[in-house]
Nanobody, 116 residues
Framework: QVQLVESGGGLVQAGGSLRLSCAAS????????MAWYRQVPGRQRELVAA???????NYADSVRGRFTISRDNGQNTVYLQMNGLKPEDAAVYYC??????????WGQGTQVTVSS
């Protein structure tokens, strides 16, 4: 059974940093594209950053240069380093795992709150 467990969210002042982690189990992690999405109430879930099995990354324009996604295949974990946080970055952040055209798996989410 696939499990994605996010951690690292919390309250931070604007300009601060947080590091999110997502520990995966039940999947052949190395072969999966991993991604972070975020969602605020009343809005669609949006892609923040993704990293392929080969290590290629892409970012939403709104976070490029401030956020960094990385993965540790030995630990089956994907990270999101978030620097220079802004109030508009506040959301529930979700970990996503996908391989091929299969339906993606999701974690339960972790709340990020940014005070101005």
């Amino acid at each position: 059974q696939v499990q994605l467990v996010e951690s690292g969210g919390g309250l931070v002042q604007a300009g601060g940093s947080l590091r999110l982690s997502c520990a995966a189990s039940g999947i052949a992690f190395t072969f999966y594209r991993m991604a972070w999405y975020r969602q605020v109430p009343g809005r669609q879930r949006e892609l923040v950053a993704a990293i392929t099995s080969g290590g290629s990354t892409n970012y939403a324009d709104s976070v490029r240069g401030r956020f960094t996604i990385s993965r540790d295949n030995g630990q089956n974990t994907v990270y999101l380093q978030m620097n220079g946080l802004k109030p508009e970055d506040a959301a529930v952040y979700y970990c996503n795992a996908q391989i091929g055209s299969n339906s993606p798996d999701w974690g339960q989410g972790t709340q990020v709150t940014v005070s101005s």
